[in-house]
């Protein structure tokens, strides 16, 4: 088992950052790929990072690709979401997930959920 808990939401201004993290406990961490999702009000949740149990495999969607980074300290069973340039669309709830197989961009794929952590962007 592993229980995620995200942190470092908040209000940012357009073109502001924030560093999301989510810190998981449970002696299997390091061996889980884990992803971070969003869900903005009245859309379906989507996919926005993925890192391998070992960090040598990323991706991102195309709407976060080189405003957002995605790491992994394993020693502090941790992953992080930093995220630069932040956008008028990038508001939601951010998730991070735990991997149990499959396509990295599915939900389905993802058996660990955190609560969520908001982001709000202002103009």
């Known amino acids: 088992q592993v229980q995620l808990v995200e942190s470092g939401g908040g209000l940012v201004q357009t073109g502001g950052s924030l560093r999301l993290s989510c810190a998981a406990s449970?002696?299997?961490?390091?061996?889980?790929?884990m992803g971070w999702f969003r869900q903005a009000p009245g859309k379906e949740r989507e996919f926005v990072a993925h890192i391998s149990w070992g960090g040598g495999s990323i991706y991102y969607a195309d709407s976060v690709k080189c405003r957002f980074t995605v790491s992994r300290d394993n020693a502090k069973n941790t992953v992080y979401l930093q995220m630069n340039s932040l956008k008028s669309e990038d508001p939601a709830i951010y998730y991070c997930?735990?991997?149990?197989?499959?396509?990295?961009?599915?939900?389905?794929?993802?058996?660990?959920w955190g609560q969520g952590t908001q982001v709000t962007v202002s103009s």
């Open positions: 449970g002696r299997t961490f390091s061996r889980i790929a």
């Open positions: 997930a735990g991997n149990i197989g499959g396509t990295y961009y599915y939900s389905g794929s993802y058996l660990y």
